[in-house]
């Protein structure tokens, strides 16, 4: 069994955001700052605060998503895990280099009503615009 698990992180969860807090609590390592493949695009859905970003591959018209990647032990990421919200949660995500690590996917439900902010070039440069 592996001692840690590496987290790819889109969103609130990057360095300085709102939500970072909750892997620097766990002992989170940043290992990488990079892009997803240009598979995804980016939304920001309905939840706080105000909203919450969801990235979602798509099978045409993908973007690079700027994300970061994050060590946590196997014990921290599994109590990390279980305070993300529906429709987000944990599966695969393909970054640039090709390599596959976990990381947040949003369910088909989050996009209902949802943005598609993947233009800004990633969650900081939206929460700028938006502040």
Same mark, same amino acid.
């Given at each position: 069994?592996?001692?840690?698990?590496?987290?790819?992180?889109?969103?609130?969860h990057?360095s300085?955001?709102?939500l970072?807090p909750?892997?620097?609590?766990?002992?989170?390592?940043l290992?990488?700052?990079?892009?997803?493949?240009?598979?995804?695009?980016?939304? #920001?859905?309905?939840g706080g605060p105000?909203?919450r970003? +969801?990235?979602?591959? @798509?099978?045409?018209g993908?973007a *690079?998503i %700027?994300?970061?990647?994050?060590r946590l032990?196997a014990?921290?990421?599994?109590?990390?895990v279980?305070?993300?919200? #529906?429709?987000?949660?944990?599966?695969k995500?393909?970054? +640039?280099?090709?390599? @596959?690590?976990?990381?947040?996917? *949003?369910e %088909?439900i989050?996009?209902?009503?949802?943005?598609?902010i993947?233009?800004?070039?990633?969650?900081?440069?939206?929460? #700028?615009?938006v502040?």
């Amino acid at each position: 069994m592996k001692d840690h698990i590496d987290v790819v992180v889109c969103g609130a969860h990057l360095s300085g955001m709102a939500l970072n807090p909750q892997l620097l609590e766990r002992d989170a390592v940043l290992i990488q700052a990079t892009e997803s493949a240009a598979e995804y695009r980016l939304y #920001a859905i309905a939840g706080g605060p105000p909203f919450r970003p +969801a990235m979602v591959k @798509v099978s045409h018209g993908g973007a *690079a998503i %700027p994300v970061e990647v994050w060590r946590l032990s196997a014990a921290a990421f599994g109590d990390f895990v279980s305070l993300i919200p #529906a429709p987000l949660g944990i599966g695969k995500v393909k970054l +640039a280099d090709g390599r @596959v690590e976990c990381g947040f996917i *949003a369910e %088909p439900i989050a996009l209902e009503g949802a943005t598609d902010i993947s233009h800004f070039g990633g969650w900081r440069n939206y929460m #700028a615009s938006v502040q």
